[in-house]
């Protein structure tokens, strides 16, 4: 077309045929949206209907109650107290950092609770899955979060049971703390049976029983809104909570033990012979385990990290020393097994001990020697080591391997403890695989002294005394009494102590007995006020190779070189009803430091007449 | 057959109430399913904001403002229109600038523009009216169809506004008005080479686009669109969401505040820009067909009404400003049932909102001015 002048009537037209072109194109686009409605609405109908039906109702799952730990009294040990917590919903909420800085404004939020909420953020979690920002909202705080409550989508109040521990540091290594699960931890775990729950046991027994301790989940169809806020319980299955444990652990001598101990570092455990059970397991220093359960701040869990005294570990099934002259019971008992010597010889102690053909003087800890006529029961009240030289060398590492080992040094014999080291018992094999060398008949000296290789866990050593308090009858150490009310099976128990003469038990105990009884006994300060027949040893085991570190001032070197003090007993020697070993780090002389903690422990067991468990509360 | 449809409802309204509403200047069929939309619409955003009264007042004291400025403007010969086009839009650019220079906004974009403190505005909501009637001011005075030169100039006239709402940014709206200033073009009878030229350009500046001038949060858009189970979290919740709430609905819907998805609030922007999905959740496809049904009425309606028209500015004015709404229909529909990329657009008169309702019916105003103005 060429028209130079506009054409009203044309232009008129083209506008016509643009309009149908229009109205065609707006029909031709009605129908693709009609189509695509149809498809989703009718094509794909059983789809999106099922999926509108899961969007609404949510398997809710409902955390087991965890079960309770009593002590044998009775006494209250772990329980769960109702706290709550403000989580929030990153999905749900708008602008994070405005949010926050509202809820700084509202209750206050530490540095380290933001840290933790950042890093938790980056982790990979659950999609709509709470993450925890405060922990223990006083009730002030959670009035404010509710009244702010519309400017705050995502943020949510949550109530749920804290685990909390009435005793303290007292139960802390044995007893444990829950935490929060880690991803390793979640991946180990039920994931079913673990699906509501955030804390689980990681150390103690709160670990080990963890199975009984949890429960079994329970859960709630419900139906909710996008913001997961409940509508209505549709279907629901309530949760089975934990088995409740009671122990055979006794409060009153975890504390008297902790009291005696008096931040010393050190370890006691306490067993019953008639049943193996652990009445009393203590690490000192100590910690406060509910600093634990919603997450040690930094600052706390450094400070006991980097603690010279470590109080972190768990020295009672962990702490590997040297058990010395406390093996001296054992070992006279091995003598006598192997016929090397009998109650009635004699030897002379110069103060020295040399081999043939050895130019190295074994020296006693008695540099004057303990005199002419030194048998075998003054050889243990005085715990002369002249003596227990030449007869280690009459008996030899060949005896006296297998013998002692029947006492479970070298291995884990306890039956619920978990995380227990076995520390070492050492034979010719060992020496030559991790020494290298083959034995010396020095070795045998050492070891006749329980020094050398030889290590003990005070759990090994109050074992074993229980062993030897009970003639020989085995009980492993067991912390859990009751499980539900249903007594703990002992499964596994090692073969009985069996000695060819058994009158050598009493003998050994009137020996015992002499190292307090005695004039020259080593433990003879412990005698006074007695009210019962306590049979007893102590030991000393040198400190080797401690580190030498600039931050120590030297007083605290100087006292960390002195020798550990340790000390088994048990009592009433005529039927013993608790056996305990004692260990204190730098103690220097057990009959002053290791012995009375014992003492007070042991009295306070068999002196009955104050009512249990009344100075606790329920 | 549509030609046939439209005049069917052409002979209905001739007939009644010709002299009153001829002085009013008002087509009876356009008002009563305006009327009809509205009320419906009324029920839809009940339901859709969890009864909340209060927003469905709101929403028809919008609608009274709508129709009061619809039928003023209704009142204005589309003379004064054509006489005021170049200044209104001198007006519009510069308002647009001043957005960008001094304006205020949210979420990261400037949109507004603060008078004396008082009030706030959206220059680019002008612009939807003032576009495509600059463009066809434009054109009335030239030789139609169109030549290059004078293609030229109209591209300018349009990418001028919709390059500076795009700056805003308000990648969305920039393409809207985009779309009615060249919906104008069309209607004056821009030569098919050109169009398939046009498609061939937009394919070739598509990836230049996404490398070099969009927004990371457009692109994510865009992303989230192509595939929205990829973050069915974050920006691909509301497409999942708003399809399960449709798909839901199947045949018969749910029924009325029966939605669970979006009573339940699983549905985002429930009584703004996904108000369909609500509707289509609660009413099924019946009910959506019945409201394409009504679109398509008001839009072929508004197609016949803007060819009646006494000159080429006023067909052309009128005849952009009704498939420009048809295309908000399309946008919004089509972004919500997830065929289209979401870039917000509001449902026409039925989501909630002010703003856009007047606009909306103010481009109705100009339709029935159009309409009503042919014999004088």
Redesign the interface.
């Known amino acids: 077309?060429s028209?130079?002048?506009?054409d009203?009537r044309?232009?008129?037209e083209?506008?016509?045929?643009?309009?149908?072109l229009?109205?065609?194109f707006?029909?031709v686009?009605?129908c693709?949206?009609?189509g695509?409605?149809?498809f989703?609405?009718?094509t794909?109908?059983e789809?999106?209907?099922s999926?509108?039906?899961n969007?609404?109702v949510q398997l809710k799952t409902v955390e087991p109650i965890r079960g309770l730990i009593f002590d044998r009294n009775g006494v209250l040990l772990a329980e769960n107290l109702p706290s709550h917590s403000l989580t929030l919903v990153p999905?749900r909420v708008k602008d994070m950092s405005r949010t926050l800085k509202l809820i700084n404004t509202l209750v206050g939020l530490s540095a380290e609770e933001q840290e933790n909420f950042e890093k938790k953020l980056k982790s990979y979690r659950r999609?709509?899955e709470a993450i925890p920002l405060k922990y223990r909202l006083e009730e002030e705080e959670i009035a404010k979060l509710m009244v702010n409550n519309y400017f705050l989508p995502g943020v949510q109040v949550e109530a749920e049971l804290v685990r909390h521990y009435p005793m303290g540091e007292d139960f802390a290594h044995v007893l444990g703390y829950v935490g929060q699960m880690n991803e390793t931890e979640k991946k180990r775990l039920d994931p079913i049976q673990y699906k509501a729950t955030r804390r689980i046991g990681k150390i103690g027994i709160e670990r080990y029983y963890e199975k009984e301790l949890h429960g079994q989940v329970g859960y709630q169809k419900v139906?909710?809104?996008?913001?997961g806020r409940i509508?209505k319980v549709l279907e629901k299955q309530s949760s089975i909570p934990g088995k409740n444990l009671i122990l055979n652990l006794d409060a009153r001598l975890q504390r008297t033990a902790m009291e005696e101990f008096a931040g010393r570092r050190g370890s006691l455990v306490a067993m019953d012979p008639e049943t193996g059970g652990v009445l009393a397991m203590v690490s000192s220093p100590s910690f406060d385990p509910n600093l634990f359960v919603n997450g040690i701040s930094y600052k706390d869990y450094n400070a006991l990290r980097d603690s010279l005294d470590t109080p972190l570990f768990d020295r009672a099934t962990r702490g590997q020393y040297p058990p010395g002259s406390t093996m001296k019971p054992f070992i006279g008992l091995a003598f006598l097994e192997y016929g090397v010597t009998n109650w009635q010889e004699e030897i002379k102690d110069p103060g020295w001990y040399m081999l043939e053909n050895d130019e190295r003087v074994y020296r006693d800890w008695k540099r004057t020697g303990h005199g002419e006529h030194i048998d075998l029961r003054h050889a243990i009240i005085e715990s002369c080591d002249t003596y227990f030289y030449e007869m280690s060398f009459r008996t030899g590492i060949d005896n006296l391997h297998p013998f002692l080992s029947q006492f479970g040094f070298g291995k884990n014999t306890g039956l619920d403890i978990g995380n227990a080291l076995p520390a070492l018992l050492p034979d010719r094999e060992w020496k030559k695989a991790y020494r290298g060398r083959s034995w010396y008949a020095g070795d045998t000296l050492n070891l006749g002294l329980g020094q050398g290789y030889m290590l003990a866990t005070p759990l090994q050593l109050a074992t074993a005394t229980n062993v030897y308090a009970a003639k020989g009858k085995w009980h492993r150490a067991k912390l859990v009494q009751l499980i539900d009310g249903v007594p703990l099976e002992e499964e596994d128990r090692p073969d009985d102590v069996v000695i060819k003469n058994p009158e050598n038990w009493d003998k050994m105990n009137h020996a015992m007995e002499g190292v307090i009884q005695h004039y020259l006994g080593t433990a003879k300060a412990l005698k006074h006020g007695l009210t019962y027949r306590l049979a007893a040893k102590t030991g000393t085991a040198q400190v080797v190779g401690i580190k030498q570190n600039e931050e120590y001032d030297s007083e605290a070197l100087l006292e960390r070189q002195r020798d550990h003090a340790l000390f088994v007993s048990f009592a009433p020697v005529e039927a013993p009803k608790i056996a305990v070993a004692t260990v204190v780090e730098n103690g220097e002389s057990a009959g002053k430091t290791a012995g009375p903690i014992s003492r007070k422990v042991i009295d306070r067991y068999l002196n009955d007449d104050e009512p249990k468990g009344i100075a606790y509360e329920f | 057959?549509?030609?046939d449809f439209?005049r069917q409802l052409d002979d209905g309204s001739m007939q009644r109430g010709r002299s009153i509403l001829q002085k009013l200047h008002i087509d009876l069929t356009m008002l009563s399913l305006l009327l009809i939309l509205c009320a419906g619409g009324l029920f839809i955003l009940y339901s859709a904001s969890g009864q909340n009264m209060g927003m469905v007042y709101r929403q028809m004291v919008y609608f009274g403002l709508g129709f009061f400025i619809m039928f003023v403007i209704a009142q204005i010969d589309p003379r004064w229109f054509q006489m005021a086009a170049p200044w209104m839009y001198v007006v519009g650019i510069t308002a647009l600038l001043l957005v960008l220079l001094i304006g205020v906004g949210a979420k990261g974009a400037q949109r507004w523009l603060s008078v004396f403190g008082m009030f706030r505005f959206q220059p680019s909501e002008i612009m939807k009216l003032v576009t495509p009637m600059m463009v066809a001011w434009y054109l009335s005075?030239?030789?139609?169809?169109p030549r290059v030169k004078v293609i030229a100039v109209v591209l300018g006239l349009v990418f001028l506004p919709a390059l500076l709402i795009f700056k805003q940014p308000d990648l969305g709206t920039a393409l809207l008005i985009a779309a009615a200033g060249l919906l104008v073009l069309?209607?004056?009878?821009l030569s098919s080479r050109w169009i398939a030229l046009a498609i061939v350009t937009i394919l070739a500046v598509a990836p230049v686009m996404w490398y070099g001038v969009m927004h990371d949060y457009q692109k994510q858009r865009v992303l989230t669109f192509l595939n929205p189970e990829s973050d069915?979290?974050g920006s691909g919740w509301n497409i999942i969401?708003s399809?399960?709430?449709?798909?839901?609905?199947?045949?018969e819907g749910k029924g009325w505040m029966q939605g669970?998805?979006s009573q339940?609030?699983?549905?985002p922007e429930r009584h703004t820009d996904f108000i369909i999905a609500v509707y289509?959740e609660e009413q099924?496809?019946i009910g959506?067909?019945i409201l394409?049904a009504l679109?398509?009425c008001i839009?072929?309606r508004g197609?016949?009404m803007?060819?009646r028209g006494r000159?080429?500015f006023a067909?052309?004015f009128a005849?952009a400003l009704i498939?420009t709404f048809?295309i908000y229909v399309?946008v919004n529909?089509?972004m919500v049932?997830?065929?289209l990329p979401v870039v917000g657009v509001p449902l026409p008169l039925i989501s909630y909102g002010g703003t856009s309702i007047v606009t909306l019916m103010a481009a109705f105003g100009v339709i029935m001015s159009v309409y009503m103005h042919r014999r004088i």
């Open positions: 077309m028209f130079d002048q506009k009203a044309v232009e008129k083209i506008f016509a045929k643009r309009a149908y229009a109205a065609l707006v029909f686009l009605v693709v949206l009609a695509r409605m149809v989703l609405q009718i794909q109908y789809l999106y209907a999926k509108s039906e969007n609404r999905e999609p709509y139906e909710t809104n996008a913001q509508l | 057959m549509a030609g439209i005075s030239r030789l139609l169809p069309l209607f004056a009878g069915p979290l969401q399809k399960t709430a449709i798909g839901s609905g199947g045949l669970t998805q339940l609030e699983f549905l289509a099924g496809l959506v067909l394409l679109y398509m839009v072929m197609i016949y803007a060819s000159d080429t067909r052309l005849g498939v048809f399309f529909i089509g049932s997830g065929i």
